[in-house]
Nanobody, 121 residues
Framework: QVQLVESGGGLVQAGGSLRLSCAASGSTFSINAMGWYRQAPGKQRELVAGISSAGSTNYADSVKGRFTISRNNAKNTVYLQMNSLKPEDTAVYYC???????????????WGQGTQVIVSS
């Protein structure tokens, strides 16, 4: 089993920045890739960014150039640096431990509890 705990959400004005963190514990040796998803009210959960153990990444088109995913394998932690935030980035952000192949991230059943991000206009 893998446990994921997110932190770093909050309220920020449009144009501002936030950094999310996700710490993994438990059977971390089984983790290949990690990713961030988000879910806005009334919308489906969507992939924001994913990163492999080797550092390959993929991003949703809506966040390319603004968000950066990174990881510290020694600390079993993944980060999401979010810059130039927009009101449409408002959502609950979830961490996931999954797989990465063919240049894409694929989710698993391991999810964090989520952290709220609110971007005011």
């Amino acid at each position: 089993q893998v446990q994921l705990v997110e932190s770093g959400g909050g309220l920020v004005q449009a144009g501002g920045s936030l950094r999310l963190s996700c710490a993994a514990s438990g059977s971390t040796f089984s983790i290949n890739a990690m990713g961030w998803y988000r879910q806005a009210p009334g919308k489906q959960r969507e992939l924001v960014a994913g990163i492999s153990s080797a550092g390959s990444t993929n991003y949703a088109d809506s966040v390319k150039g603004r968000f950066t995913i990174s990881r510290n394998n020694a600390k079993n932690t993944v980060y999401l640096q979010m810059n130039s935030l927009k009101p449409e980035d408002t959502a609950v952000y979830y961490c996931n431990a999954g797989d990465f192949f063919g240049g894409r991230y694929y989710s698993s059943d391991y999810w964090g509890q989520g952290t709220q991000v609110i971007v005011s206009s």
